[in-house]
Nanobody
Framework: QVQLVESGGGLVQAGGSLRLSCVASGRTFNGFRMGWFRQAPGKERQFVAA????????FYADSVKGRFTISRDNAKNTVYLQMNSLKPEDTAVYYCARNRGLAWSKPEDYDYWGQGTQVTVSS
C-alpha cells in the first residue's frame, strides 16, 4: 500500500513563504514522477508542479512559475514544494500525488494521493 503524507502548511501573510513536504512510504517513490496539486473551496483540483524521477525536469503551472519550486530527495522518499511570494489566491489544500507515468498535468494522471495540507494566505 502506498502512503503519502504532506506537512508544512499553515497561515502566512501575503508575500511570505512556506515549504511543504510529502513523505512517501516504502519502495513507491524512486522511479516515479511526483506532483503537487491544490484545491480551493468550490473549485476543481488544480495542477501546481511536477518533478521527474531523477529531478532533472520540473513542470509548473503558469500561476506559480517563478514563485514555487518543486524538488525531491530520493534518499528520504520526500518531495518538497517551496512557495515564495505567496498570494491570497494561493490559499487552498495542497496535495502531493504519485504519477502514473504518462501525462502529468491532470488529477487522473496520478494514482496515489496524500491527505492534503491547508495553506492560507492572508492579505
Amino acid at each position: 500500500q502506498v502512503q503519502l503524507v504532506e506537512s508544512g502548511g499553515g497561515l502566512v501573510q501575503a508575500g511570505g513563504s512556506l515549504r511543504l513536504s510529502c513523505v512517501a512510504s516504502g519502495r513507491t517513490f524512486n522511479g516515479f514522477r511526483m506532483g503537487w496539486f491544490r484545491q480551493a473551496p468550490g473549485k476543481e483540483r488544480q495542477f501546481v508542479a511536477a518533478i521527474s524521477p531523477s529531478a532533472i525536469n520540473a513542470f509548473y503551472a503558469d500561476s506559480v512559475k517563478g514563485r514555487f519550486t518543486i524538488s525531491r530527495d530520493n534518499a528520504k522518499n520526500t518531495v518538497y514544494l517551496q512557495m515564495n511570494s505567496l498570494k491570497p489566491e494561493d490559499t487552498a489544500v495542497y496535495y502531493c500525488a504519485r504519477n502514473r507515468g504518462l501525462a502529468w498535468s491532470k488529477p487522473e494522471d496520478y494514482d496515489y494521493w496524500g491527505q492534503g495540507t491547508q495553506v492560507t494566505v492572508s492579505s
